[in-house]
């Protein structure tokens, strides 16, 4: 299993900003993709998840209502729009596969078997 998260970049405050995961190597369309976020000298962190069919997503708080999760099953991809983008938000964003159920302990990273190897997110003036 690959996974390989792209489109990060410096934005602006209040600025949007689509990342991308590509996965190969699973059956991506049975496979719940979540995105998590690691700033500099914190924890890594849950942002968001979606189903293999894309009809279960959850998000954290923190960027409930700005950030909307998505995906492709034809092109093997899940995508991560953000909007309404913060300082705060700066941070290295990995996506990763989740095993069992998508409900199920998502926030949790350790519920997560495959992750690819981040993208940086800078929101800064």
């Known amino acids: 299993v690959q996974l390989q998260a792209f489109g990060g970049g410096v934005v602006q405050p209040g600025g949007s900003r689509r990342l991308s995961c590509a996965a190969s190597g699973l059956d991506f369309s049975d496979s719940a993709i979540g995105w998590f976020r690691q700033a500099p000298g914190k924890e890594r962190e849950f942002v968001s998840i979606i189903s293999g069919r894309g009809t279960l997503k959850f998000y954290a708080d923190s960027v409930k209502g700005r950030f909307t999760i998505s995906r492709d099953n034809a092109k093997n991809t899940v995508y991560l729009r953000m909007n309404s983008l913060k300082p705060e938000d700066t941070a290295v964003y990995y996506c990763?596969?989740?095993?069992?159920?998508?409900?199920?302990?998502?926030?949790?990273?350790?519920?997560?078997?495959?992750w690819g190897q981040g993208t940086l997110v800078t929101v800064s003036s």
């Open positions: 990763a596969t989740k095993r069992g159920p998508t409900y199920s302990d998502y926030y949790n990273e350790g519920s997560y078997v495959s």
